[in-house]
Each structure stands twice: as structure tokens, then as C-alpha cells.
């Protein structure tokens, strides 16, 4: 269920009233319009959701009412652990948070498409890090990978958390840059199925 939806002739009445003086019916409808979708959603006007639906194919999940679990072995060095957020076939796009003790790592991987991150908690190290020519991200930050972005090193030398959209799939290579596993949205759905 998405968080509130005008039906289609409302939302039709609503742009002829907004060409006749945007401002004044924005600032008229805006109050009503807001309430009534919250009413709509299922939230309390505080906020508290009461929304059921918590699966990363839906439009929303309550992040601690779903489990970690461990990301697939061969992907990763140590006990990294995920939480599958969303999944888009349509855009190939896929979104999760991972969990990552100090001493783990991610394996050699090629960013086929873009992605950017958000590391909430620790240190990681990509593509060994800053003093091996690469970048080290220390919470609280933000960084993007554009795409074909190699990455031989990311490493984690503290107990880490970091929420990531990928616009595309990974290529996790072997050291002669050999394909093991192309992992995009179809995959990682695959995966978090199997483990949930």
C-alpha cells in the first residue's frame, strides 16, 4: 500500500483549480489534502505507521521489524550480514543496508551501473582505502560509484553499517577479472528468498 494516493479526478480537479491561482489552492487544499491521505494510508497522525506489507518487491518496509541475514557466502569475507530493502525489475535498481563486523570484507566486484551509499556507523575502506589510493568513508558519509567502478578492497576495519542503492548489477570477479557471479535485482531477490 502506498503511504496516500489521490484518485485520478481529484488529482484532475486539482490542477484546473491550480492554473486558475496555484498558491492560493495549494495553500487552501494542502492541510485537508494531507490529512486525508494520512487518513487513507493507515497512519495515525503522529505518524505511527500501521502498515502491514513489509516485503522488498512492496513500497514500504518497516527495517527493524525484518531480520539480518547472512549475505551470500562467496560474495563477502566474514560475517556480513543484509537486509533486502526493494527490489525494481523495471529499472533493474536494487536497495539494502548491510551489516559488517570489523575484520570483514566484500569481495572483487565491478559496479556495472551506478549506485551511492550512506555508511551510518564505522569505517570502510574502498579500494584499499585511502592510503592505497583509494577512498576510506567514515560514518557518518556519503559516496557514489559511478558506473564500472572496480573494486578490488573493501574492507571494514571497524564494526560498520551501510544503506546502498544499486542502479544495476554487480560483476564479482576471480583476480584474473573473471565473471563468478553477475548479481542484479533478480539475484538478490533469489537470495533474500532463499534465506528468509
Known amino acids: 500500500m502506498r503511504p496516500w494516493r489521490w484518485d485520478r479526478a481529484s488529482l484532475l480537479s486539482k490542477i484546473i483549480d491550480a492554473h486558475a491561482?496555484?498558491?492560493e489552492t495549494f495553500l487552501r487544499d494542502a492541510p485537508a489534502t494531507l490529512e486525508q491521505g494520512i487518513k487513507d494510508s493507515g497512519q495515525t497522525a503522529e505518524g505511527e505507521e500501521q502498515m502491514a506489507e513489509n516485503s522488498p518487491t512492496g513500497d514500504y518496509v518497516q527495517m527493524d521489524s525484518v531480520d539480518w541475514v547472512p549475505f551470500p557466502e562467496g560474495l563477502c569475507e566474514g560475517p556480513i550480514r543484509w537486509k533486502l530493502l526493494h527490489v525494481s525489475p523495471e529499472s533493474g535498481a536494487w536497495t539494502a543496508i548491510?551489516?559488517?563486523p570489523s575484520?570483514?570484507?566484500?569481495a572483487r566486484h565491478i559496479h556495472m551501473g551506478p549506485g551511492e551509499y550512506?555508511?551510518?556507523k564505522g569505517r570502510m575502506h574502498v579500494r584499499g582505502g585511502s592510503t592505497e589510493g583509494g577512498a576510506t568513508a567514515i560514518a557518518p558519509s556519503y559516496g557514489y560509484e559511478e558506473c564500472n567502478a572496480?573494486?578490488?578492497h573493501t574492507e571494514f576495519d571497524q564494526d560498520s553499517e551501510f544503506y546502498m542503492t544499486f542502479l544495476g548489477p554487480l560483476n564479482f570477479i576471480d583476480d584474473d577479472g573473471n565473471t563468478i557471479a553477475l548479481v542484479g535485482c533478480g539475484q538478490v531477490l533469489d537470495a533474500w528468498n532463499a534465506s528468509t
Not at 575484520?103 to 566484500?106: A, D, N
Open 21 to 23: 491561482n496555484p498558491v
Open 98 to 100: 548491510f551489516d559488517c
Open 118 to 120: 550512506f555508511l551510518t
Open 103 to 106: 575484520g570483514t570484507s566484500f
Open 150 to 152: 572496480q573494486h578490488d
